[in-house]
């Protein structure tokens, strides 16, 4: 049974559908990153950055246990490990491959600024809200042109639909109409009617935060303050 320390994010949400979709077994452990959960040994032991999600699966490289952390590289693993998810033409891989790292590196990175200024901040930063805002559109933009003509990013449904799905399907809360991107929004919707998809994202789904709800000060300590820069 793989162990998955997880919360209801975008980035654990990868992860949670990535399973579903192989049919893998395994057991949840949250890790509530507001409490400050994710600064326990036990959790560092396993993830050295203090970011969900970590996973620990029982049976890996020789038999033994083996520890992951950063959600790209547990979905490479996964899928390479089942044969399922990523193309093995070299070709073909790195097409995927390529599109992971573009949510990696761009969507994670952006979306979540755009997060932060729009919903997070103690207060408005107007030349934040516009320069991540407007960076949220821009890469919006390139899926869509991505999605034109495409049921899926690649040739075949992958591990980098899954991953950028969890960070792209709720435009609004970045600043941008989803009637702008109606590629993208197809595309969201094709993904979003996958069983596996609605089984992965239900899970912790009680535990995930009103976007709309006031955050308390032990939150934004663990999130975005002082307990966020401690050295351990």
Do not use: C
């Amino acid at each position: 049974m793989i162990d998955v320390y997880t919360w209801p994010t975008p980035n654990g949400h990868k992860i949670h559908i990535l399973l579903e979709e192989l049919e893998l077994p395994y057991t949840v452990h949250p890790i509530n990153i507001h409490k400050g959960e994710q600064f326990s040994p036990e959790f560092l032991a396993i993830s050295p950055n203090n970011r969900i999600p970590a996973v620990v699966d029982p049976y890996g490289p020789g038999g033994k246990p083996y520890a992951l952390f950063e959600s790209g590289a547990i979905m490479m693993y996964f899928a390479d490990k089942t044969g399922k998810l990523m193309a093995m033409e070299i070709g073909a891989r790195y097409e995927v491959i390529q599109w992971l790292m573009f949510q990696m590196g761009n969507i994670g990175p952006m979306f979540g600024q755009a997060n932060h200024f729009r919903g997070y901040a103690p207060e408005s930063i107007p030349y934040a809200v516009d320069r991540y805002t407007n960076e949220a559109g821009r890469l919006y933009w390139v899926l869509e042109r991505r999605l034109s003509g495409r049921e899926f990013l690649t040739n075949s449904y992958s591990i980098a639909d899954i991953a950028v799905f969890t960070w792209a399907r709720e435009p609004a809360r970045r600043g941008q109409e989803e009637t702008e991107f109606p590629n993208v929004m197809r595309w969201v919707k094709t993904i979003a009617n996958r069983p596996a998809v609605q089984r992965g994202l239900k899970i912790l789904d009680d535990h995930r935060r009103d976007p709309k709800a006031v955050i308390d000060d032990e939150t934004r300590r663990n999130l975005f303050g002082y307990n966020q820069y401690q050295r351990r």
